[in-house]
Each structure stands twice: as structure tokens, then as C-alpha cells.
């Protein structure tokens, strides 16, 4: 298209977009990265001292509290991983029996239209040790059950780890159906001429089918893990003692509660280190796995 | 059926075979997981103290009380502060509009340039975007919170709108991208002979065509506002909490005996708009998440 | 070996339905094309008898066994599909072992039935490819492999070749044909293009709106429709029809045209008899006509509309009244021909074909 005599137009239309990601995003990036190498405290001090520029960061090492969160990271993230486990198995139930659908989708899927803080507060409820679902089972005799998750540092992250896959499990299972859906109905119906049984189908050719959903799936997964903030504050609060931090909270609250900005620079920077260690390998498996597609189409 | 001839032998309707039993049973236990949650919010809000401390965490109420519903929108303390989330209701309403028009209308003209206009550099620029629509928040918050300080927004409601919208500028723009590169070229082709302004062009065709996408974004838009925290508690100062914040102070830093009648109260308060937006119009909030997911 | 018999099929989606008292027998055998235009009710009908879809009302039976509410991997058949639903994570060794996954075979068994059938349909050099590395032709070819390794009696075909460009629809279609002919088994073929309708089949049935409307040979179908349906559906250029009233009956029987001109029905071979008077609808094939003009029972001389000509063969238009009639001729002559000329042509007796214009039945 020969668009000679508009040509400044688009450009001035992107200059509030490109402004804002030059600013907001980049330059940013770029003043946190560096403020994390100063010794800044409440206000930011620009001066690098060259003998002791990665003092945040060695400082962040044997910091027991940072420690505890890597860690948690990644109880958080495994337990989350049962979430697209979860969301598969729904999706292909309600796939194969598509009588309720609907019902069935509305429901699973609410707990994502609700904000974390509201999700937290209704698990930490649940999770009441005198008044919660823990004292419902005693009253029914079950005089050994134990559901008071959060008050114990050792199952503390469980209680969070359920309640974050009620609220996503619902959101992978969305995305598991639609790719299902968009698997040739006629694969279906081969499959059941050809006498395939209900588990082979699935292993054999259905979820290698869908290995991009389960990649998409996983990239999304991992951002939300490196992300969680919301719900450990209005489940635990970090507690009991900091047996449910996570970098994020640990991030904030070095700014907000240890007033260090180059700390919690270093921490944020640390958090864009895993996020790319997590996100990069799988995007570009993500785009391989595309190349190697469309080569196949062509 | 309409005409039952002597040769219309019907086969029996297929009995319920035992498999799908087994999935609906399945699939309603999951429900069940999933539903009990906000019954035992919902139960709970309308139980009386007395009644709470007894322990039933999944009985009815005996008897059935507004009582935690009036406190919790209009005393309810967070804080120093008695008055209830129905502050943080209006904050939340007061944040969302400037934020939603700075949001849609910066990433629909931003996704429009991008998906329909020769910009040589705009692969490189889509490619930052969906970069920057992946690095975690923290990363930029120490920075945002000195330039909004520097530009005289920080702790008002402009603040947190301000935020709002940049934060929300990558996605948007690549979902809007994603829906307008879909238009036919002719289509562009046409316009641009016909009267070949950028702007008239997004006016009078494109605006018209997008009835659709806006709905899906404003809805995503609405309810990841809504039920944000990190911003409007990072943002809003003292005097511009948003709902959740409100709420989080509520219940979590209470002191003494929570009510917890009056807490469930101010959570389901909370929770009920964006609740309502996902049950009215569940099609594009669908939509919306999964748009947002697939390229983002 | 066993005859498919379809007996008194009906199927309703909710409240719509698609087939109504349906009657249908194919035998040993048998290459049956279902033929009709788009949703007839051909897919349904097909799918009803691989088990993919259930039946609201009737039976199916193959030889003597009912097997309407048999699971579809029970009924011993096999199925090649229009998207030829391979599958596309396996290999096509992967995708013809898959098929019989079902049928408890040992290793030997079936590493022998893949390589016969991956011989006889010469995609073995192409075993480990995927489905995605193959052309659309060698898809088709794997389809029908992943079918023929069942060693099954029936084979149903769901619009196999409608994905294919035209000349490898017309090498498939020979293929088909050929591989019907040395395996001997039961066809069962949906289409709704008459030309591999009349190509490949021993008997075509004729649907629309969920009805049988001529279930015969190619040739049957061809020369004597059952109905005015299948008359216009079948041939191309299709078949001219005019309206015409019976002036005479008996022996000596004859009808006029609407301008006026008399046609000769006393060798027609009639299966209801005429009344005086009655409207009747006359078909005349294009290729039919007698261009030299003369004899036959019916002459006409008439104004070209236009000529039309598609290298082997030519169409010349004739204006009749508001119609246009449609002749064949030899290209040669449709070159000397001018629109506006008078043409005569003449249609021989024995190849007319009359009916009824209330019921569209033949007469
Ligand atoms: N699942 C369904 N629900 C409701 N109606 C259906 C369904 N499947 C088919 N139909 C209707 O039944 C009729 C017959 O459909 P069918 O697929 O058998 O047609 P067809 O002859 O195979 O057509 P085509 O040549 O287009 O494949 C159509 O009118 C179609 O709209
Ligand atoms: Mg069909």
C-alpha cells in the first residue's frame, strides 16, 4: 500500500504508546537495575561505589527471609502446576460428556472474576482453626482431622496453594477446552471406529495435539507464580514468621517496610532474572515448536 | 413425534451410560469444591456473632440478619478509620473511569497504527510490548512511584489511574493489534482512496467495527481494576484506598475478636460487581481472559 | 457375506427431521454411492451406520445381525473420512498400526497387513513421515490405508476426494475404483458430484431432503430418472425440461409443446397412462439431439441464444419462447453457427423422457 500522504499520522499515534513503554517500561527497567547497585536507603543515591557494587546482591544471599522465599517459589510452583493438571482433566471431562457444559464452565471459572484479597480472606476463613471446616470435622468425629493450614509454618503454603488453584484452576481449564474444541471432530470419530481406548487416545494423540495450549498454559503459570503477592497477603501476611514469603512480597517489603530502595531494586531485579529464566526457554520453545509447524504446513 | 406411522419402530433413547455417570459425578464434586467457598461467605454473612461462635461453619443462619452487611458497607474499621468499605467502593468507581478511558483509548489508536499502517519499525516495537507485558511489577514500581511523585499524581486518584493505564498498555495494545490485523486489506484499501486520513479512517470505520473487542478489553479492563491491590495500595496513599485495600486493612488488621460476619459481608461487597459483570456478560469476559492470554 | 440393509430409518435432530422412513439394501459387494445435494441428510445416513450417530427410529443391519446399537468399532467396518482425520502426532506407520488398535493382532500380523496395504497403495517410501509433511493426495492415500489394514468387508467414504484438485480427484477416482475391484468388499461412497457418482458406482441412490428419491444403476439413473429431482440433478449440461400438454392418448399418443409443436409419443414407453389434457413436463437431454435435423419425434427450428464451447465438446443455446434449450454438437459445427441463426434439430424416439408435471413422477 502506498501511503505517502499520511505518513506522519500513525507515527504521532504511537508516540503516546512508545513514550509511555520508553519510560514506564524501559527506562524504568534500566533506573532499578542500576539503583541496585548503589547503596541508596530511603531516597535514591546515585553513586556507585566500584569496590562494593553487588553488595545488595550478596546481602540478598544470606538473607534468610529471601532464602525462604526462593524456596517457597518453588513449593508454589510445583503445587501450581497441578492447576493445568486440573484444568486438563475438567476440560476433558466436560469435553466428552458436554451434557451441562455451560453450568459446569460458569462455575469453575467464577473464582477468577473474584479479586485475591477476596479470595484470601474467604480461605483464611475456611481455614479457621476454631471456627472453620477444621472444627466442622471434629463436630462430625473425625476427631483427627486437620485443616488449620495456615497457623503451622509447614503446611502454611498448602493452605495457599489450595486456594490458588481454586481460583485458577477454572482459567486453564478455559484455555484447555478451547483447544480441545479446536480438535478436528473427525479425529473423534476415527478414534472410536477405530476401537482407540479412552486413556491411549488422550496419551497418544490428543495431548500431543495440544502441546502448545500446555505450553501456553505454562508460560502463563509461571509469570502468576513469580507474581503472587495478593493472596499471601490476605491469607498469612507472610506468617506464621515468614514461612509463606515469596519474592514478590519480600520485594515490597523491603521498600515499603525496611525503607531500602537499592534492596529491594536488587529484588525486583532478581524477580526479572527467574521470570526470563523461566519465560525465555519456554518462548522460544514456543516459537521453534511454531517454526517447525508452519515448516510442516508449507 | 409429529406423525407416528405403523413404520416408526423408535429406538429407546439411549440410556445415560454408566460412564457418563461417573464424569457428571465427577465433574459435580469438583463443582461442589469450587461452590462451597462462597456458600460458606454467603452463610456466614448473614449469621449472627452468636451463631458463628458456635462453630457450624456450613449451617444456615438461624436467624437471618442484615445486621453484618450494614456494618460492613458504612462502619466497619480499617485502620483509624470507621466507615466502612463503602469509601473504597467509591474510590474503586472514581479510579476506574479515568482509567478506563486513558487505557482504551491510547492502546485502540496504539493496536489500530500498529495493525494497519505501514510503520517500518513496528515489529520491533510489538516485540518490546509483549516483553514488556511479561516483566513483573516490582520492577518498575520504585521508579513509577518517583515519577508520579515527581508530576504531582502520587496518592490521588489520578495516580492510581495513571498507573492503571500503563501498566495495562502492552496487553491491550497487542490484543487490540491482534483484532484489527484480521480486517481484510481491501477493506483498508477502499478507505484509504476514499478519504485516506489516518484518524478519519479509525473514526468512521474501524470505531464502528470494534463494538465487539471494546466490550471484551473494558470488561478484562474493568475487573483486573476492580480487583487489583498492589497498585492501589502502593499508589492511593492514605486518602484514595480502592475496595480491596479498604477490605484487606478490614479484616486482616483487625484487632480483638473479628467479626467474621462482618468481614464475609465485605468481602461478598467486593466481590459483587465484578461477580455480576462475569455472570451478565460471562461470554466476553471469557473472551477477554483467554484473548489476553493468548498474547500475553 | 453379509448385505447392509437400512429398514425404515428415521432421524430427527431435536425437532428437526433430517430422514424420514428410509429404505435402503446394499448387497455383497456392492459399490453404492449416496449422491444428493448439501445436507440431504448423506453424512448422517453414513454415520448412522458406522455408529458415529445414534438412530431415532428403524434398524440397521448388516447381513442378518441388527447391529443399530452395536459400538461403532464393533460393527466391522472401516471409515475414510472427508478431512481424512489423520492422526497428525503420529507417523503414517503410526497412523495405520493406530488403527488397529482395537483388534487384538499380533506383531507379525500386523507389520504384514501394514506393508500389503502401504504396497498396494504405494506410500511406502513415505512411512515415517508425519501426516503434515504429505501432500493432499498421499493424506488421501494414508486415509485409505489406515481403512484397508482393518481387513473389514465394508468401507464407507465420506466425500473422500472433495479436498483434492481436479486431476488428482480424477487419479484417486480411478484408484478407488481399482482397489474396489480387487478387494471385493462393500462400498459404501458419499458425494454430491455426479461424475464420480456415475464413474465408480454399481448403484447410485439418489437423496434429497432426507429421501431416496432413485436408487438404481449409473445407467438407470441416467436414462430413465425416477423424477423430475433426479432428471435436472443428474447430467451436464442438465437436462432441458419443458412443459407440454397430452393431446392424445393410447396408442397413437402425442403432446404439444407450448408453442405449439407436436411431439410423437406413440413409442414411448409409458408407466401410468395419460390423460387427454394433462400437463406434463418433457426432458430432453442435450446430447440427444439429432443436429442433422430430420426425423425423431420431435422437430424444432429455433433462433441460437449462444454457443458455448469447452474444447472436446460444444453447447449450442436455442431460444425457446422465454426458455433456452440446450443442444450438444460437434465443435466443428457449433464454430459455423451465428447467434441469431435458425438451427433445427430433431430428438430421436426412445431417449424422451416424460413427466407427470403435478407429481414430478415419471410416466
Ligand atoms: N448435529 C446436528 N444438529 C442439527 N442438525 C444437524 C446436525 N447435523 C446435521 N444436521 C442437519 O441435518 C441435515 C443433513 O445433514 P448432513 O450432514 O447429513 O448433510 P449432507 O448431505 O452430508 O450434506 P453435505 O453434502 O453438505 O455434507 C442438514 O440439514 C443439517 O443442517
Ligand atoms: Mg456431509
Not at chain 1, 15 to 32: D, E, H, M, N, Y
Not at chain 1, 38 to 44: A, W
Not at chain 3, 116 to 123: M, S
Amino acid at each position: 500500500m502506498a501511503i505517502r500522504w499520511s505518513r506522519w499520522s500513525p507515527q504521532i499515534a504511537l508516540a503516546p504508546a512508545v513514550i509511555v513503554t520508553a519510560v514506564a517500561f524501559i527506562g524504568s527497567i534500566g533506573w532499578t537495575i542500576y539503583i541496585s547497585f548503589t547503596g541508596s536507603r530511603r531516597f535514591p543515591d546515585y553513586a556507585i561505589d566500584p569496590e562494593r557494587w553487588s553488595r545488595q546482591y550478596e546481602r540478598l544471599a544470606k538473607d534468610r527471609a529471601w532464602g525462604i522465599s526462593l524456596d517457597n517459589l518453588i513449593v508454589f510452583g510445583i503445587g501450581s502446576l497441578l492447576a493445568i493438571v486440573f484444568g486438563f482433566i475438567l476440560a476433558a471431562m466436560i469435553e466428552r460428556e458436554k451434557r451441562g457444559e455451560d453450568v459446569f464452565r460458569t462455575i469453575f471459572l467464577y473464582p477468577l472474576a473474584i479479586s485475591l484479597i477476596v479470595t484470601g480472606i474467604v480461605w483464611r476463613w475456611m481455614f479457621n482453626p476454631s471456627l472453620g471446616v477444621e472444627n466442622f470435622l471434629h463436630q462430625l468425629g473425625w476427631e483427627s482431622a486437620s485443616f488449620d493450614w495456615l497457623s503451622s509454618a509447614e503446611t502454611a503454603m498448602y493452605g495457599i496453594i489450595l486456594a490458588s488453584l481454586w481460583q485458577s484452576s477454572g482459567f486453564f481449564m478455559a484455555l484447555m477446552l478451547s483447544g480441545l474444541k479446536s480438535i478436528n471432530s473427525e479425529i473423534w470419530s476415527a478414534a472410536r471406529l477405530d476401537g482407540v481406548g479412552v486413556f491411549r487416545l488422550y496419551i497418544e494423540i490428543i495431548i500431543p495435539m495440544m502441546k502448545f495450549t500446555f505450553l501456553t498454559c505454562a508460560i502463563l503459570l509461571s509469570l502468576g507464580v513469580v507474581k503472587a503477592y495478593d493472596i499471601i497477603v490476605a491469607m498469612t501476611n507472610g506468617g506464621p514468621g515468614q514461612s509463606t514469603w515469596m519474592p514478590a512480597l519480600f520485594t515490597i517489603n523491603a521498600y515499603s517496610a525496611k525503607s531500602n530502595i537499592a534492596y529491594a531494586s536488587a529484588a525486583a531485579v532478581m524477580m526479572l532474572v527467574i521470570t526470563l529464566a523461566i519465560f525465555l526457554p519456554l518462548l522460544l520453545l514456543f516459537i521453534w515448536q511454531q517454526k517447525r509447524r508452519k515448516a510442516a504446513v508449507a | 413425534m409429529s406423525t407416528m406411522t405403523d413404520n416408526f419402530v423408535p429406538r429407546r433413547k439411549k440410556r445415560i451410560t454408566g460412564r457418563s455417570i461417573a464424569i457428571l459425578a465427577f465433574l459435580a464434586m469438583c463443582a461442589a469444591f469450587f461452590c462451597i467457598p462462597l456458600y460458606v461467605v454467603i452463610v456466614t454473612s448473614f449469621k449472627t456473632m452468636d451463631q458463628i461462635r458456635l462453630g457450624e461453619i456450613f449451617s444456615l443462619p438461624v436467624t437471618w440478619t442484615l445486621e453484618p452487611w450494614r456494618e460492613a458497607w458504612s462502619e466497619a474499621c480499617s485502620g483509624i478509620k470507621c466507615e466502612g468499605v463503602s469509601a473504597g467502593f467509591f474510590a474503586s468507581l472514581k479510579i476506574l473511569f479515568p482509567s478506563l478511558i486513558l487505557s482504551l483509548s491510547v492502546s485502540s489508536v496504539t493496536g489500530y497504527a500498529l495493525a494497519l499502517w505501514n510503520v517500518r519499525w513496528a515489529g520491533t516495537f510489538m516485540f518490546i510490548l509483549f516483553m514488556c507485558a511479561f516483566v513483573p511489577f516490582q520492577i518498575i514500581m520504585i521508579p513509577m512511584i518517583i515519577l508520579t511523585g515527581k508530576i504531582g499524581v502520587y496518592g490521588t486518584i489520578w495516580g492510581v489511574a495513571v498507573v492503571h493505564a500503563v501498566l495495562a498498555l502492552p496487553i491491550l495494545t497487542l490484543i487490540f493489534r491482534n483484532f484489527y490485523k484480521d480486517i481484510p486489506g481491501e477493506i483498508m484499501q477502499a478507505a484509504i482512496m476514499d478519504s485516506g486520513s489516518f484518524w478519519r479512517i479509525y473514526r468512521e470505520i474501524i470505531l464502528p467495527m470494534s463494538a465487539n473487542i471494546f466490550i471484551v478489553v473494558l470488561i478484562l479492563q474493568i475487573t483486573s481494576i476492580w480487583n487489583d491491590f498492589l497498585i492501589g495500595i502502593t499508589f492511593g496513599g492514605l486518602n484514595n484506598k480502592p475496595m480491596t485495600v479498604i477490605l484487606a486493612n478490614t479484616v486482616i488488621s483487625a484487632t480483638g475478636e473479628s467479626s467474621y460476619n462482618v468481614d464475609m459481608a465485605a468481602a461478598l461487597l467486593t466481590a459483587i460487581p465484578p461477580l455480576l459483570i462475569y455472570f451478565v456478560l460471562g461470554k466476553f469476559f471469557v473472551q477477554g481472559i483467554t484473548a489476553g492470554a493468548i498474547k500475553g | 457375506m453379509p448385505t447392509i440393509a437400512f429398514e425404515h430409518i428415521y432421524k430427527d435432530y431435536g425437532s428437526l427431521r433430517v430422514l424420514a422412513d428410509l429404505n435402503l439394501s446394499v448387497d455383497d459387494g456392492e459399490f453404492l454411492v449416496l449422491l444428493g445435494p448439501s445436507g440431504c441428510g448423506k453424512t448422517t445416513l453414513l454415520n448412522m451406520l458406522a455408529g458415529l450417530q445414534d438412530v431415532t427410529a428403524g434398524t440397521i443391519r448388516i447381513g442378518e445381525e441388527d447391529i443399530t446399537e452395536l459400538d461403532p468399532k464393533d460393527r466391522g467396518l472401516a471409515m475414510v473420512f472427508q478431512s481424512y482425520a489423520l492422526y497428525p502426532t503420529k507417523s503414517v506407520r503410526g497412523n495405520l498400526k493406530f488403527g488397529l488398535a482395537a483388534q487384538k493382532l499380533d506383531r507379525a500380523e500386523i507389520d504384514r497387513r501394514v506393508q500389503w496395504a502401504a504396497e498396494l497403495l504405494q506410500i511406502t517410501p513415505l512411512m515415517d513421515r508425519k501426516p503434515a509433511h504429505l501432500s493432499g493426495g498421499q493424506r488421501q492415500r494414508v486415509a485409505i490405508g489406515r481403512a484397508l489394514v482393518k481387513n473389514v468387508d465394508v468401507f464407507l467414504f465420506d466425500e473422500p476426494l472433495s479436498n483434492l484438485d481436479a486431476k488428482l480427484r480424477t487419479e484417486m477416482r480411478l484408484e478407488i475404483k481399482t482397489l474396489h475391484e480387487q478387494t471385493k468388499s462393500t462400498i459404501v461412497y458419499v458425494t454430491h458430484d455426479q461424475i464420480e457418482a456415475m464413474t465408480m458406482a454399481t448403484r447410485i441412490a439418489v437423496m434429497d431432503g432426507g429421501v431416496i428419491q432413485q436408487f438404481g444403476t449409473p445407467d438407470e439413473v441416467y436414462e430413465t430418472p425416477a423424477n423430475l429431482f433426479v432428471a435436472g440433478f443428474i447430467g451436464a449440461p442438465a437436462m432441458n425440461i419443458l412443459d407440454a400438454t397430452i393431446t392424445s392418448s393410447g396408442p397413437q399418443a402425442s403432446a404439444t409443446l407450448s408453442d405449439g409443436t407436436k411431439i410423437d409419443l406413440s413409442h414411448y414407453e409409458f408407466t401410468a397412462n395419460p390423460n387427454e389434457g394433462q400437463a406434463v413436463k418433457v426432458g430432453l437431454r442435450p446430447e440427444h439431439f439429432d443436429t442433422s435435423g430430420k426425423g425423431g419425434v420431435v422437430s424444432l427450428t429455433l433462433p441460437v441464444a449462444s454457443r458455448e464451447r469447452t474444447g472436446s465438446d460444444a453447447t449450442i443455446f436455442l431460444k425457446f419462447g422465454d426458455d433456452l434449450i440446450a443442444v450438444r454438437a460437434e465443435p466443428a459445427e457449433a464454430r459455423d453457427v451465428m447467434v441469431g441463426d435458425n438451427f433445427a434439430v430433431s430428438f430421436p424416439a426412445g431417449k424422451l423422457n416424460l413427466f407427470d408435471a403435478q407429481t414430478g413422477q415419471r410416466m
